[in-house]
Nanobody
Framework: QVQLVESGGGLVQPGGSLRLSCVASGNIGRIIAMGWYRQAPGKQREMVAVFISDVVKYADFVEGRFTISRDNAKNTVYLQMNGLNPDDTAVYHC?????????????WGRGTQVTVSS
């Protein structure tokens, strides 16, 4: 079983920055995709930034403000968020999709709250 633990959320003023981290542990197998999603109150969960193999995909709303990175040796993915605005307020969840032959898994972390407010 794969466990994901996020950290780095908090309260920040508009224009501020945060860096989120997610550590994956357990029987990880081969990772196919790893990244970040978010869910604001009353809204559906949406993709923020993901690695699909070695390809990075960002949501349109990121607009160059966020950067996803990873440390494969530590099974950790990061999300550097700059230029935050109130619309970025949400619970940010880490997601990992992988294979442990012959099965496939889709793991989610509990999330870390990001609140952007003055």
């Amino acid at each position: 079983q794969v466990q994901l633990v996020e950290s780095g959320g908090g309260l920040v003023q508009p224009g501020g920055s945060l860096r989120l981290s997610c550590v994956a542990s357990g029987n990880i197998g081969r990772i196919i995709a790893m990244g970040w999603y978010r869910q604001a109150p009353g809204k559906q969960r949406e993709m923020v930034a993901v690695f699909i193999s070695d390809v990075v995909k960002y949501a349109d709303f990121v607009e160059g403000r966020f950067t996803i990175s990873r440390d494969n040796a530590k099974n950790t993915v990061y999300l550097q968020m700059n230029g935050l605005n109130p619309d970025d307020t949400a619970v940010y969840h880490c997601n990992v999709k992988g294979n442990i032959w012959p099965s496939h898994y889709d793991a989610w972390g509990r999330g870390t709250q990001v609140t952007v407010s003055s």
